[in-house]
């Protein structure tokens, strides 16, 4: 080793203390500003101290003793828990024929579709190649490719308005220019 690197290694530095301050050392008055705030604070983060019932389900000491008056027997628990299970079946049922009638409607309209323009069909089921969008898309810049990364293939268009019976509020946008198709 060289010698002013063991004169480095020999000498006594003195330690630097960091004068920097820790914010979240001092402790914080949340009665500051508007008293609203601080009430919705105290709604939303309850103090989590056991000795007290909290309203938002942090800590309730007496749970146990209500549930016990409001239930007092065991069968009329199991009772309770089958009759909720057979309400949850019930309304699976109802969303899963809902869901059925909902499909066997797209089906029928698509073969609708099918029989009367086979190329419109075609072009409502044509797989996508990603490799292609995605080729197209490193070519565009700014904004546009913003838009086209964003979009999701085969979704509903977000910037499509619905037909309303009046005009808009704000009045007509001359600047509106329809987004590009990137197929």
Known sequence: M???????????????????SVRYAGRVETNIGDP???LIRRILYPSNMRS???????W???????????????????????A???HERHLRKVRQAELERKYQCMWKAMETLREL???L??????????????????KLKGLDRKVAESRVRGLFPRELRLPTDTPPRDGWNYDWKPLPQYD
């Open 2 to 20: 060289s010698s002013s690197l063991l004169n480095l290694r020999d000498a006594r530095l003195p330690l630097r203390v960091a004068q920097a």
């Open 36 to 38: 609203k705030l601080s």
């Open 52 to 58: 007290k019932p909290s309203p938002t389900g942090t």
């Open 60 to 82: 309730r000491p007496n749970v146990g003793w209500r549930l016990q008056r409001a239930i007092p027997s065991v069968q009329a628990h199991e009772t309770i828990e089958r």
């Open 84 to 86: 909720w299970r057979l």
């Open 117 to 119: 323009d086979p190329a």
């Open 121 to 138: 069909y075609a072009e409502a089921n044509k797989q996508e190649d990603p490799r292609e969008r995605s080729e197209t898309v490193a």
